[in-house]
């Protein structure tokens, strides 16, 4: 049964950036994209087992730290080799000044 | 550790593997993340303004080689030419193979692929190998980009200064690789959906060398290959001297960047050919950072790595010699002192490898 989990605050995350969200045993990564919005994905690349954490948000793309594959964090998908496999997306939405994910 | 195996299915790279060597993390200088967002950011000018001199000037000597073709005034021009076809080649292919010297993705990959060519590296093998390059540099058995193995060979290394080695392999490789797609060792970094592609740039590379060939023959001169094929040759040595020093005598089987890599300061002309790389610390441990912004990165870090080498000359002196001792000694390797600021080695993984432990403990003597 998914559940709204909080998160962070919206000023916890720069414009074009992203930050680590760890929750019951499993990892995350939450962006603020450029349009505003907030989007979660699995924090794990799925090429290695690499932390997008530490990537860069390029507009709606993040780029993996280990080896520069890419995905477009809205939907996960696989955009640039060396990544194959598309990365699983979470529901976000900010409600009273928070930013919540729905986690499985 | 003795003998080192290094087959993708031998003994040493299943000990990565069962050591847990392969899964581990690797040592990172801490950078805030301010900082590090900005060395990152990617901009396509610097790449745009060096991409129109490489092949500005690659057009000019060549042109005036030919021109000048055959007399041996023509010489300096395909020197020249060769350097910017044999080994600026390289670094192209690194950088946009990385996709991150230009901002935008189709400027990346057009450079990549004529830089492939160029350099006579299957664009779709080579990109697999350096992503394991990366995960596991230096990791015997496991990493397919190891320039000198142990115990070195430097009869190979002297004629790889002007491609020997390389060329003789790439041949029966591209033919192999236009026929059955990746051989069996390739096989084992290349996923399997990236097969077909493997096989179809071989076969267009395998089409321009024979139509170059077969114009040589018709022509009766040998001048179409001095323009495609030879300057792999003639032209190699500069990214094989450079490229050398990126780990050469340095150790293997750790997952430290600042005891398996090293930084050379260099003259501009020899950091334009090799778009940076010299700063090869910094470029493993961030490999997010484009090559214009590793000066930048070097600064920021430097107080936790190894001093650099203050030019080629004295990285030659530190690593030749380190080559010929692991003749006798196959361990032996070269451990750089860190600066008082800098976070100690990790030790822990090392003590696993035996070579390292051996080293590790004479160091602290
Ligand atoms: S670990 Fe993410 S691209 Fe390789």
């Known amino acids: 049964m998914p559940h709204w989990i909080d998160a962070c605050a919206p000023g916890d995350i720069d414009a074009e950036d992203l930050i680590r969200f760890d929750h019951a045993g499993a990892t995350h990564a939450i962006y603020h994209g450029p349009d505003g919005r907030f989007y979660a994905t699995d924090g794990l690349c799925s090429h290695e087992h690499v932390h997008l954490a530490d990537g860069l948000v390029m507009e709606f793309l993040i780029e993996c730290p280990k080896h520069n594959g890419q995905f477009d964090y809205r939907t996960g998908e696989a955009k640039r080799a060396p990544v194959c496999v598309n990365l699983r997306t979470y529901p976000v939405r900010v409600e009273a000044g928070r930013v919540l994910v729905e986690l499985p | 550790m003795g003998k080192r195996d290094y087959s993708p299915f031998g003994a040493d ?254 003259n501009p002309v020899s950091r334009f050919i090799y778009w940076n790389m010299n700063y090869h610390v910094e470029h493993h441990m961030f490999p997010m950072v484009p090559y214009h912004a590793l000066p930048r990165l070097h600064e920021t870090i430097k107080g936790d790595l190894p001093a650099p080498n203050r030019s080629i000359l004295e990285g030659f002196r530190e690593m030749w010699p380190a080559f010929r001792r692991q003749l006798a000694y196959e361990d032996y390797f070269i451990r750089r002192d860190l600066p008082a600021s800098a976070k100690p080695y990790r030790e822990d993984f090392h003590q696993f490898v035996p070579g390292m432990m051996a080293q590790a403990s004479n160091a602290a003597e």
């Open chain 2, 13 to 266: 790279a299943q000990r990565a593997v069962d050591r847990g060597l392969t899964a581990a993390e690797w040592y990172h200088t801490e950078v805030p993340r301010k900082v590090m967002k900005d060395l990152m950011t990617r901009t396509d000018q610097p790449a745009i303004r060096d991409t129109l001199i490489l092949y500005g000037v690659m057009i000019a000597c060549a042109g005036i080689g030919i021109a000048l073709w055959p007399s041996w005034a023509s010489l300096p021009f395909w020197l020249a030419y060769g350097v910017l076809y044999g080994s600026a080649s390289d670094s192209r292919w690194h950088e946009c193979g990385h996709g991150t010297a230009f901002r935008t993705p189709w400027m990346n990959d057009v450079v990549y692929q004529i830089a492939s060519f160029m350099i006579m590296r299957n664009p779709a093998t080579w990109r697999w190998s350096h992503a394991r390059h990366h995960s596991e540099t230096y990791f015997v058995g496991r990493d397919p980009e190891i320039a000198v193995m142990r115990p070195p060979d430097l009869a190979r290394v002297m004629l790889n200064f002007f491609g020997i080695i390389d060329v003789m392999k790439f041949f029966p490789n591209l033919i192999r690789n236009a026929l059955d797609g990746p051989t069996a060792e390739e096989r084992t970094f290349v996923p399997e959906s990236e097969w077909g592609k493997v096989r179809k740039v071989a076969r267009i590379h395998l089409g321009i060398y024979a139509a170059t060939l077969t114009l040589a023959l018709w022509t009766h001169s040998i001048l179409p290959l001095m323009v495609i094929g030879l300057p792999r040759m003639y032209g190699a040595w500069h990214h094989v001297m450079t490229g050398l020093l990126q780990h050469g005598g340095l150790a293997d089987n750790v997952i430290d960047h600042r005891l398996n890599s090293r930084t050379v300061l260099m």
